[in-house]
């Protein structure tokens, strides 16, 4: 079975400009997680999806960042304009959702530095 | 939402069992606990979740008290490559929760 999938692996970019996260999560999982992770950190939950609607997004610095899942499948991250304090990890993660328990399966990641 | 509270650091020696106990004093009564595992570089990976008394798979135990406000994890004869960090979650993955990670516990695993 075929994991998250997320690219780029890395980016480089200067500070004011934008950059933009894929992901595609694991086939059939309705929930859909985008993480940030400063180094030496937890990670910290950005947003939730759950199919092609946001559940919550109040982490979510929402005067620069921005996410998308339009068909319920793929979901992109945008970071515009991006700050120095942005350089990070972004994991994106998928479950099944439905209620009770469940597994989060995360992509590698995509580590982010802004110059 | 429910807060944890893992040890920062943890160090063992190859082949000893490795115990890291989370506090989560104000669980809710739908929560789980879960337990991740990340190396670097690498997204987590879940290890084991549990809602009380004692769960195990082919890696790891989860301990639970009857209170639930804290559990351990077990991991039984650590190797190096079970060095990692170790993050304890509670809450449920359902729409309308969040499952926060915290800073996690550094298990260094020495020859």
């Known amino acids: 079975e075929a994991g998250v999938a997320q690219s780029p692996r890395y980016k480089i970019i200067e500070k004011r400009q934008s950059v933009a996260f894929w992901c595609n999560p694991i086939?059939?999982?309705?929930?859909l997680y985008w993480y940030q992770q400063i180094l030496g950190q937890g990670p910290k939950l950005l947003i939730q999806?759950?199919?092609?609607?946001?559940?919550?997004d109040s982490q979510l610095p929402k005067d620069r960042f921005s996410a998308e899942r339009l068909k319920g499948v793929d979901s992109t991250l945008k970071i515009q304009p991006a700050k120095l304090e942005d350089s990070a990890v972004y994991l994106c993660a998928s479950s099944l959702g439905g209620a009770g328990p469940g597994e989060l399966f995360f992509g590698e990641g995509s580590r982010l530095t802004v110059l | 939402l429910a807060k944890t509270t893992q040890p920062i650091s943890m160090d063992s020696y190859e082949g000893q069992e490795v115990n890291i106990t989370c506090s989560h004093n104000n669980i809710a009564t739908n929560d789980y606990i879960t337990w991740y595992q990340q190396f670097p570089s690498q997204g987590p990976r879940f290890i084991i979740q549990?809602?009380?008394t004692k769960v195990t798979n082919e890696v790891a135990s989860l301990f639970i008290p009857a209170d639930r406000k804290s559990s351990t994890l077990s991991l039984p004869r650590v190797s190096l490559s079970d060095t990692a960090v170790y993050y304890c979650?509670?809450?449920?993955?359902?729409?309308?929760?969040?499952?926060?990670f915290g800073g996690g516990t550094r298990l260094m695993v020495k020859p």
């Open positions: 999806f759950q199919n092609n609607g946001v559940v919550d």
């Open positions: 086939s059939g999982h309705a929930t």
């Open positions: 549990g809602y009380k």
């Open positions: 979650l509670v809450g449920e993955s359902n729409a309308g929760n969040m499952l926060t």
